[in-house]
């Protein structure tokens, strides 16, 4: 089968091989993956991942093989991926916090094999390649009503940015939003803002091609960040004096994490969504947040798959949610190259890679 090899240099391969799914393990015939930064930083090392790895971890497809135990899903069952291979027993997954499960962060799975030798499975899904086979908690059984293109963008940066809003910060009705970065999961931040009924939702980027599409998703007002000086000043001038209740920093640089933590009023929270190179050291004044200031990491939205996931069709099926939209442009397999290049260049909202 066809896959996108990582091993210092970037293969498109044909000759990947997957072993049949294993007691509790599901195999899926991927049809659609989304392209992450989060792939592109294992290229340029801002992730470290061992190699030869398949790529890929936003991904939507249909059960083709169920392990002798599964119970959750079928063949034939259309299915989003999620990377949270967490183990569904211990006192986190019990307590409704799959994100907070040991066994959930770390794995390196090598499902698939090249000339019989193993090859990582990146995120514990590896969905750039047309089969896979993961944990059965990690296949989300889904409404075949919708397309699978759009269906896998919620696998990583709509559960990472809807569920950073709605589980982690819990933004409440009235309250102000400001979000930095104006990809795909700063994009599914304003979705959910917006769907939180926030009464102000600020949008920051250093592109202005993204001003269009932030304010079909939601934004109130948009900043191009290449045109001011001082960015705190730039939003507190837009009527929000005090600063924000809520700034998602979705770039992963450690100036904006320090902007959005200047931004807050009183009681404000400053989510950090964008992953910075492993190692990274940001700053703050302290005595700045002795008035009930919070700052909040958030690994993958805090999400409940199971959960989150759902409810996100559902409010797509009901026009709510805007998935299609998303989807900038749908690439082949071999154009893996061109996907990247289109991202570098800031042309994407979120590009898709086809399988089938």
């Given at each position: 089968m066809?896959?996108?090899?990582?091993?210092g240099?970037l293969?498109?391969?044909?000759?990947?091989?997957?072993?049949?799914?294993?007691?509790?393990?599901?195999?899926?015939?991927?049809?659609?993956?989304?392209?992450?930064?989060?792939d592109?930083?294992?290229?340029?090392?801002?992730?470290?991942?061992?190699t030869?790895?398949?790529?890929?971890?936003?991904?939507?497809?249909?059960?083709?093989?169920?392990?002798?135990?599964?119970?959750?899903?079928?063949?034939?069952d259309?299915?989003?991926?999620?990377?949270?291979?967490?183990?569904?027993?211990?006192?986190?997954?019990?307590?409704?916090?799959?994100?907070?499960?040991?066994?959930s962060?770390?794995?390196?799975t090598?499902?698939?094999?090249?000339?019989?030798?193993?090859?990582y499975?990146?995120?514990n899904?590896g969905?750039?390649?047309?089969?896979?086979?993961?944990?059965?908690h990690?296949?989300?059984?889904?409404?075949?009503?919708?397309?699978l293109?759009?269906?896998?963008?919620?696998?990583?940066?709509v559960?990472?940015?809807?569920?950073a809003?709605?589980?982690?910060?819990?933004?409440?009705?009235?309250?102000?939003?400001v979000?930095?970065?104006?990809?795909?999961i700063?994009?599914?931040?304003?979705?959910?803002?917006?769907?939180?009924?926030?009464s102000?939702?600020v949008?920051?980027?250093?592109?202005?091609?993204k001003?269009?599409?932030?304010?079909?998703?939601?934004?109130t007002?948009?900043?191009?960040a290449?045109?001011?000086?001082?960015?705190?000043?730039?939003?507190?001038?837009l009527g929000?004096?005090?600063?924000v209740?809520?700034?998602?920093?979705?770039?992963?640089?450690?100036d904006?994490?320090?902007?959005?933590?200047?931004l807050?009023?009183?009681?404000?929270?400053?989510?950090m969504?964008?992953v910075?190179?492993?190692?990274?050291?940001?700053t703050?004044?302290?005595?700045?947040?002795?008035?009930?200031?919070?700052?909040?990491?958030?690994r993958y939205?805090s999400?409940r798959p199971?959960?989150d996931?759902?409810m996100?069709?559902q409010l797509?099926?009901?026009?709510?949610?805007?998935?299609?939209?998303m989807?900038s442009?749908?690439?082949?397999?071999a154009?893996?190259?061109?996907?990247?290049?289109?991202?570098?260049?800031?042309?994407?909202?979120?590009g898709?890679?086809?399988l089938?």
């Amino acid at each position: 089968m066809r896959g996108i090899l990582w091993d210092g240099e970037l293969h498109v391969r044909d000759d990947v091989e997957i072993g049949q799914p294993g007691p509790r393990e599901v195999g899926v015939r991927i049809h659609h993956a989304g392209l992450c930064h989060s792939d592109i930083s294992v290229l340029n090392g801002t992730i470290p991942f061992p190699t030869p790895v398949i790529l890929g971890h936003e991904g939507a497809g249909i059960v083709e093989a169920v392990g002798s135990a599964v119970s959750k899903v079928k063949v034939g069952d259309h299915v989003v991926l999620t990377t949270l291979g967490n183990c569904g027993q211990c006192d986190a997954c019990d307590r409704g916090l799959p994100t907070h499960c040991r066994g959930s962060f770390g794995a390196l799975t090598q499902r698939f094999t090249i000339d019989g030798a193993p090859v990582y499975q990146f995120a514990n899904a590896g969905v750039f390649a047309e089969h896979t086979v993961v944990h059965e908690h990690q296949a989300i059984v889904i409404d075949d009503r919708v397309p699978l293109s759009s269906a896998c963008l919620i696998g990583c940066a709509v559960v990472t940015g809807a569920g950073a809003v709605l589980n982690r910060a819990r933004v409440q009705i009235g309250e102000t939003v400001v979000v930095i970065g104006a990809g795909g999961i700063g994009q599914s931040v304003i979705q959910a803002a917006r769907l939180s009924n926030a009464s102000r939702i600020v949008v920051v980027d250093a592109n202005p091609a993204k001003q269009a599409v932030a304010e079909q998703f939601g934004a109130t007002d948009f900043i191009n960040a290449r045109e001011v000086d001082d960015l705190v000043a730039a939003v507190k001038d837009l009527g929000l004096p005090n600063g924000v209740d809520h700034a998602f920093e979705c770039v992963g640089h450690p100036d904006l994490i320090r902007n959005s933590i200047d931004l807050l009023d009183w009681g404000g929270t400053c989510t950090m969504l964008g992953v910075p190179k492993l190692g990274t050291e940001a700053t703050f004044v302290v005595n700045t947040l002795y008035n009930d200031k919070s700052i909040f990491g958030c690994r993958y939205g805090s999400t409940r798959p199971h959960h989150d996931i759902p409810m996100i069709i559902q409010l797509y099926l009901e026009g709510k949610f805007q998935l299609d939209e998303m989807v900038s442009r749908r690439y082949d397999l071999a154009d893996i190259g061109t996907a990247i290049a289109d991202l570098d260049a800031g042309e994407l909202n979120r590009g898709v890679l086809d399988l089938v």
